[in-house]
């Protein structure tokens, strides 16, 4: 009986956390399967990263967020959402996998890595944060070439070779030239993304002016060795010496999961999943969509803020049918 669930949600970032207190609120049973750690994708931010949003904008369930200043940090974020997960007893299985999801009888059989459950409906709140967009040049799979940024430590005296311009690029180029690295970006655009946090932008266009961190506008990689980079620029092919690629080149969801049990998505490159926007039911009835999944390959467009009300929206359709 343990197993059987009114709401099975998938994945425990901030808005499973949400639809999982909105749940329990209704009286429901549910659970939530992580397969990481607790909103394993702030787990994974920066460890020096400070949020674009307020605290307020990142509450959930009604639980004031109190930080220091008035942008909290990543780690007053990993603190808050632990206590909320608490303070609620939230019935959470963390590294835990969905594998499949099967549905007969109007019911779900949800198969994970180390167990199985039955519910009459499924919430996804996935975000996007598991796939990073590669490069797909030779060399991406050496040992000296990440996805993900953590920690400049590591990089102090390297040559490191950060990919991107937008806040993922800018916060590991930024950090790691203060630990004392030779720090270059490799940048496909003419400019420094116009999305990166306002109080950091000039930051970095004042580094790359005064040289301290060289910059190649309009440029991209071509070939990863483990001791230099080729970089196709304006000017031509021309070979780095490196120690390390940080290649923060963003991150997609896993729209073949979606797909892979049912759920239809638009045909054009957003590839936007079909669901209803009042009850974000799916065209699988019973499956529903939280969170910026609901965006397909549009990652930019949802973010906790303008996506917590989704938890709402979903319980009420639920407690209702």
Same mark, same amino acid.
């Given at each position: ?21 909105? #749940?329990?609120?209704?009286?429901? /049973?549910?659970?939530? =399967? ?25 509450? =959930? ?20 959402? /632990? /206590? ?29 890595? *180390? ?36 920690? $400049? ?6 040559? %490191?070779?950060? %990919? ?30 116009? /999305?990166? *946090?306002?109080?950091?932008? $000039?930051?970095?266009?004042?580094? =790359? ?13 071509? #070939? ?9 620029? $304006? ?10 690629? =940080? ?12 797909? *892979?049990?049912?759920?239809?998505? @638009? @045909? ?21 969509? #939280? ?9 930019? @467009? ?20």
């Amino acid at each position: 009986m343990e197993n059987m669930l009114d709401v099975l949600i998938i994945g425990g970032g901030p808005i499973g956390l949400s639809c999982a207190l909105a #749940a329990q609120q209704k009286g429901l /049973r549910y659970t939530i =399967i992580e397969k990481g750690s607790l909103v394993d994708s702030l787990y994974h931010y920066p460890v020096n990263m400070t949020f674009f949003s307020t605290s307020e904008k990142l509450e =959930i369930g009604g639980v004031p967020f109190v930080s220091n200043n008035n942008k909290p940090t990543r780690n007053e974020a990993l603190e808050y959402y /632990r /206590r909320v997960t608490v303070s609620a007893a939230l019935s959470i299985k963390l590294y835990e996998e969905v594998i499949d999801i099967k549905k007969q009888d109007g019911k779900f059989e949800i198969i994970t890595s *180390k167990d199985h459950y039955i519910a009459n409906n499924i919430i996804i709140a996935t975000g996007f944060y598991g796939l990073p967009f590669m490069l797909n040049v030779p060399g991406e799979n050496l040992p000296n070439v990440t996805h993900y940024y953590n920690d $400049p430590h590591g990089y102090a005296f390297q040559k %490191v070779l950060v %990919v991107g311009a937008n806040n993922s690029a800018v916060d590991a180029a930024l950090e790691t030239y203060r630990k004392g690295a030779l720090v270059t970006m490799v940048i496909r655009d003419e400019q420094v993304g116009e /999305r990166v *946090k306002y109080w950091v932008r $000039p930051d970095i266009i004042n580094r =790359i002016e005064e040289g301290g961190i060289k910059a190649y506008f309009n440029s991209s990689i071509t #070939a990863i060795r483990e001791k230099e980079v080729d970089i196709l620029t $304006p000017n031509g092919l021309i070979t780095i010496e490196n120690d390390w690629v =940080i290649a923060m080149t963003g991150y997609q969801p896993d729209l073949t999961f979606l797909e *892979k049990i049912g759920i239809e998505l @638009s @045909s054009d490159e957003i590839k936007k999943p079909v669901y209803n926007e009042s009850t974000h039911e799916t065209n699988v009835k019973g499956i529903f969509l #939280a969170g910026v999944i609901c965006g397909g390959m549009n990652t930019h @467009s949802l973010f906790i803020e303008n996506s917590r009300d989704h938890a709402n929206k979903i319980m009420e359709h639920i407690i209702n049918e």
